[in-house]
């Protein structure tokens, strides 16, 4: 079996992607997956995703994080198969439009940057900090197509983000796991944000649907009023903003290269 792969790039958070629209890609064998997401042995990513066919919608997007597991979406892997379905269809469109295991989303491609058009972020709550956080700060959890719990620090880089990540993700009061963000403010509207996947089980140079999570939170708590949010992440800086009744999350990405799986 052969196969060509595209390496992926979005704010640091890297995928390799492959066209599944023949249906041609064993999707299902994680162990396969998992080896080839290992930085040490293979091409290394923090996930897979296929772009598969669709009836309704522009096409279908699947995920598979860094251990094989299949997730409901990816907000950074969204941006990326927007840019990788016009690489090979060379179709032009204000607005593409395709499904996931979370529901549809709207994409549209503006220059360098990718804007996704976010489904509404539902189960918000404030969570029991005492086993989590070593901090007596408020945990704030919510799902924004995956799940995440948001601290708001002083200094992001201050933190133990593995140790601490590690322990909020792998705690039994999140059986299916959950991922962890920290932020600390820059200046107004500007925050530095560090992230723990689950899946991916380290920090993430970013994360799409974490930094969505933490502007819904920042909004929720009046801490921000305005509109657009900046977040320098490690891997560099994407935007939230609020049109009407709408959330969208933007920033650059890009095709690193093409190769073959043997």
């Known amino acids: ?156 880089e201050e933190v133990e983000l593995v140790s601490e990540g590690r322990r909020i993700r792998n705690h039994s009061l999140f059986p299916n796991g959950v991922n962890t963000n920290f932020i600390s403010k820059i200046s107004e509207d500007s925050y530095k944000v560090r992230t723990y996947e689950r899946g991916v089980e380290d920090e993430t140079l970013s994360c799409g649907t974490g930094i969505t999570a933490c502007a819904h939170f920042l909004w929720d708590k009046g801490v921000e009023t305005s509109s657009p949010i900046n977040f320098q992440s490690r891997g560099g800086e994407l935007v939230l903003k609020k049109e009407d009744n709408s959330v969208f999350f933007g920033g650059p990405t890009e095709m690193i290269y093409k190769g073959k799986l043997c």
């Open 1 to 156: 079996m052969i196969l060509d792969f595209y390496k992926y790039s979005s704010t640091g958070n890297d995928f390799i992607l492959l066209d599944n629209r023949d249906e041609s890609c064993p999707v299902n064998d994680k162990k396969y997956w998992q080896r080839l997401c290992s930085r040490r042995t293979s091409v290394g990513a923090d996930g897979v995703i296929f772009l598969e066919s669709s009836e309704e919608f522009d096409f279908h997007m699947r995920y598979l994080n860094a251990d094989g597991g299949e997730v409901s979406m990816c907000g950074n892997g969204t941006r990326a198969l927007t840019h990788f379905y016009h690489f090979l269809t060379k179709v032009d469109k204000p607005t593409y439009t395709f499904s996931t295991m979370n529901g549809v989303y709207n994409s549209q491609i503006d220059g360098d940057t990718i804007w996704i058009e976010m489904t509404e972020a539902y189960d918000k709550q404030i969570v029991d900090n005492s086993q989590l956080y070593s901090k007596n700060i408020d945990s704030y959890y919510m799902n924004t197509g995956v799940p995440h719990c948001i601290y708001l620090v002083d200094d992001v």
